[in-house]
């Protein structure tokens, strides 16, 4: 029942229709350019963007909604949450603004209002919305191109393989977001290489949750143990100076 | 005893000024007091606050299991004063994350709302429980002065030991947690920090840092207080942060030469250098110092070794932190001094509390004198103002809160009203409208937007032989391009060609070698010019001047282009005189002492001249 987007950068013909559907549906405002903002386009007030690349490459930029989220795992109060169809979604009510979800996103995407006193994480949240009803998101139904589609996570990848090997040669041949990290529900065909998206280019395929999880699966064991270790340190150390007592005591007697 | 009080009253002074940046920083939101941003969400307050701080605080739990667990009774004296650094290193700790944290008021939530997978989760639970421990494990000090709460104090005093053995369980698990916070990020910790270890590397480096806290703090103190310092103890802990900073050193360099990073320390980037000063402060030189027994146990000396180690682990968390990430994120987050006031702020609030409860409770076996207390004392005389201060207690009380006051002030008077009004828009060069045709230009550098039509430009233009006024250059997306794309600066002339939208990876990623084809000068004169690349694009209109890159300043343009159309209409038809005015077109009216500078220089067509010099923005690019 995953949910996914396929996006062809091929199709891609850069009109930003799906950047102002996105503003439109969302309700953000006018985006200002700010200090704080990254040179990518995204922004608190920006959920997609396009970034331009040489020869008419637009590269569409918007949360990957990995299928092992870092940041569902890195929530300290589980404010961001993987739904079933695939969403990754944010509740603000639970929100305490730590912002580690910003700093284990390997994509960079979640970012904050800065600018407010009363500020929150903003991300693409898949128009949950709207795929609640059965809907598509907003970029994905206005793109003119077609080049941004919506529909389930198989049938996609099915799809973008069918289309590179229909045109050989015109792709690379990978699905970006197939299985690194994981594997992600935002996916990409392309003809150039889009390792730029991320912090680093060959993220591998382990997802980014099975990273901390030995450190939180020792956290009991490590509780107890230090209890038991110090306890025993504890008795051993007291035993002694009571041996060392009576062998003071029974080496004074005949001194006597 | 003058020392004391000169200490106090500088502690009073960053107090007073941490307290109205901290202020500004809950009216006006994180964006524009400091300089985090999207790509640091982190930074120097997590690093410090959170991250060193707990460490710092690690003293607690060392000192209790030295002296309660093990039995060392030798080192009684140090007890106390280490549990009352922890418990206030944490109130610190929790404290200063009010500043960090976005909304901070739901603070709490993490005692509702569970998400047991989540690192921080287990951190913030463990401080939570370990500063409840602490508050037990350091009340009776206080309760001591009060005969009617004996039986708490007494009740209290049986359960020290399990309270002891909760408090080391539960900073085992945080000191390591907070490692484990950077598990998660393989790709943007540099791999000379990032480690699978890093839980156990933290936790042996809190347990150094904790030792070594507690050494400074009774030098510092006894230095202070001008009392006879522990030499004998101080350089027994020395001798033991020894072997653990040895430990330290060893786990770290194994597990670096296990993974085969150990030619990273010395490939020369910045990262590699940070790695070695590290090390070279955190452990090398206070191992140095402590296994020689001439330096040992000289107070100096004691000194400097135990601060060295000190810095080095704040260092440390510094390092990880963000520090080490700043090469992967390119960004170029310096802390702002906003940022680095209130983390100052806070650490002398915690030792201005620190003071008190030395002077005030039974903290050290023998309290130290003070002066202030003394009934008998005389009152002084300040000889510059001629003004008799009263007694010695009253006149200390006077000083500090008047330097409290003064830096308070000093605080909400210096901050750039500018950049806090201003939203975080100040600076900003004029750049395209994201999303949408119609554009938003940030005109006055205050928030406020002009909204741009385009069909009525198009009109007033000349109809359809107008478009290559805007649409002249054919640059990529060039179907709406618009003034800013020459026009990008406010005040100057700017450069039309944006030289680091090319060079940039994320742009056309053009290597330097391709225009600047000699290769002795990178300069405009070297290089090639945009009808080399674009030859057949660039159209005989372009406002754009080939040898020299340089187009107008966009008030310029608005100005030259705009106003003058208005001004016709104006004469024109009588009924329309409010077009020619400037609050037709600005939120704001210039100011008057403009008004004569603007009508003079309506009359003078020329090119790139510059208004408004007072405004400090650079000149162009080139």
């Not at chain 2, 709460?149 to 020290?160: Q, S, V, W």
């Not at chain 2, 009774?218 to 072997?243: C, F, I």
């Not at chain 2, 076996?365 to 009253?394: Q, T």
């Not at chain 2, 330097?512 to 000068?521: D, G, I, M, V």
Request: proline share 5%; charged share 20%; net charge neutral.
């Amino acid at each position: 029942m995953s949910k996914a987007i396929l996006t062809d950068i091929t199709k891609c013909i850069g009109c930003l229709k799906c950047v102002s559907a996105c503003k439109e549906v969302n309700g953000l405002q006018f985006d200002i350019p700010r200090k704080w903002q990254k040179e990518d386009g995204l922004s608190a007030r920006n959920w997609t963007s396009i970034i331009q690349k040489p020869d008419k490459h637009f590269i569409r930029k918007q949360c990957r909604h990995c299928l092992e989220p870092a940041c569902v795992t890195a929530c300290p109060v589980g404010a961001l949450h993987k739904t079933e169809l695939g969403a990754v979604i944010y509740d603000s009510d639970k929100c305490l603004g730590c912002r580690y979800c910003m700093m284990v996103c390997p994509y960079g995407i979640p970012r904050y209002d800065w600018d407010e006193p009363v500020p929150y994480i903003r991300k693409c949240i898949l128009c949950y919305d709207r795929i609640k009803d059965g809907r598509q998101p907003a970029c994905t139904e206005i793109c003119p191109e077609k080049a941004t589609i919506f529909g389930e996570r198989d049938e996609l990848i099915m799809l973008a393989r069918q289309r590179i090997s229909e045109n050989p040669g015109k792709y690379i041949d990978k699905i970006w977001g197939e299985h690194e990290i994981g594997g992600t529900s935002v996916l990409y065909l392309s003809d150039i290489d889009l390792g730029f998206l991320a912090y680093q280019e060959n993220m591998g395929t382990m997802p980014l949750p099975q990273t901390t999880s030995p450190a939180m699966k020792a956290v009991l064991p490590a509780f107890v143990g230090m209890g038991g270790v110090m306890l025993g340190l504890n008795w051993i150390i007291r035993r002694r100076m009571e041996l060392g007592k009576k062998q003071d005591e029974q080496e004074d007697t005949p001194n006597e | 005893m003058n020392r004391v009080q000169n200490i106090k009253l500088v502690l009073w002074l960053i107090t007073g000024f941490a307290a109205a940046v901290g202020l500004l920083r809950f009216i006006f939101g994180l964006g524009v007091t400091t300089n985090l941003n999207d790509m640091t969400p982190w930074g120097f307050w997590i690093s410090f606050d959170v991250m060193a701080g707990v460490a710092l605080a690690a003293g607690g739990f060392v000192m209790t299991a030295i002296f309660y667990i093990m039995k060392r009774e030798e080192f009684h004296p140090l007890v106390k004063p280490a549990v009352l650094t922890a418990f206030l290193g944490y109130l610190a700790v929790i404290f200063g994350l009010l500043f960090d944290l976005g909304l901070p008021w739901n603070i709490w939530h993490m005692i509702i709302y569970w998400n047991p997978h989540s690192p921080l989760f287990e951190v913030g639970w463990c401080v939570m429980l370990y500063t409840a421990v602490l508050l037990l494990e350091f009340s009776p000090v206080p309760l001591e002065k009060f005969s009617r709460y004996a039986k708490i104090r007494n009740f209290l005093m049986k359960f020290r030991f399990p309270f002891v053995l909760l408090g080391i369980m539960l900073s085992t698990l945080h000191q390591s947690s907070l490692g484990s916070l950077f598990l998660i990020m393989p790709f943007k910790l540099h791999p000379l920090w990032y480690s699978r270890i890093i839980p156990i590397q933290f936790f042996i480096s809190a347990i150094a840092l904790g030792i070594m806290m507690v050494a400074l703090e009774s030098s510092v103190t006894h230095w202070m207080y001008r009392r006879k310092p522990e030499v004998n103890l101080v350089a027994k802990l020395g001798k033991a942060a020894v072997w653990v900073l040895t430990l330290y050193f060893v786990v770290k360099m194994t597990d670096i030469i296990v993974s085969g990073k150990l030619g990273m320390i010395f490939n020369g980037t910045r990262e590699s250098y940070l790695f070695i000063a590290e090390l070279l402060i955190s452990v090398i030189i206070p191992i140095l110092i402590f296994v020689t027994p001439q330096l040992r146990f000289r107070p100096g000396w004691q000194m400097f070794g135990s601060f060295m180690v000190v810095f080095g682990m704040v260092f440390n968390r510094i390092n990880v932190g963000g520090l080490t990430m700043l090469s992967v994120t390119g960004d170029s987050y310096v802390p702002s001094w906003t940022e680095i006031s209130i983390s100052v702020g806070v650490v002398s609030t915690a030792a201005l509390v620190f003071l008190y409860v030395v002077e005030k409770f039974n903290i050290w076996e023998k309290p130290p004198e003070n002066p202030e207390e003394s009934p008998y004392a005389e009152a002084s005389f300040d000889y510059s103002s001629r003004v008799w201060l009263g007694a010695p207690r009253i006149a200390s009380l006077t000083k500090y809160s008047l330097a409290f006051i003064l830096s308070f002030a000093l605080g909400i008077a210096i901050m750039p009203q500018g950049r806090l009004l201003g939203k975080g828009v100040e600076d900003v060069t004029v750049r395209k409208a994201r999303g949408n045709d119609t554009l938003y230009i940030d005109g006055n550098h205050d928030g406020y937007g002009v909204t741009f039509k385009h069909k009525m430009h198009i009109d007033s233009l000349g109809g359809n032989a107008s478009c290559v006024r805007c649409h002249h250059m054919s640059m990529p997306l060039d179907k709406n391009s618009g003034c800013w794309e020459c026009h990008r600066k406010m005040y100057s002339a700017s450069d039309a060609f944006n030289h680091d939208w090319h060079a940039s990876p994320n742009g056309a990623d053009i290597r330097c070698r391709k225009c600047h084809t000699e290769n002795k000068n990178r300069e405009i004169s070297t290089a090639k010019t945009c009808t080399q690349c674009h030859n057949e694009m660039a159209s005989d209109s372009a406002a754009l001047v080939d040898s020299k890159y340089m187009a107008m300043s966009y008030t310029d343009a608005m100005h030259m282009l705009c106003v003058s159309c208005h001004h016709d209409k104006a004469a024109e038809n009588p009924e329309k005189v409010a077009l020619a005015e400037c609050s037709t077109c600005h939120e704001t009216a210039p100011p008057e002492h403009l008004h004569d500078l603007l009508k003079w220089y309506d009359k003078q067509p020329s090119f790139n001249r510059v208004i408004l010099p007072k405004l400090k923005e650079k000149e162009g690019a080139i």
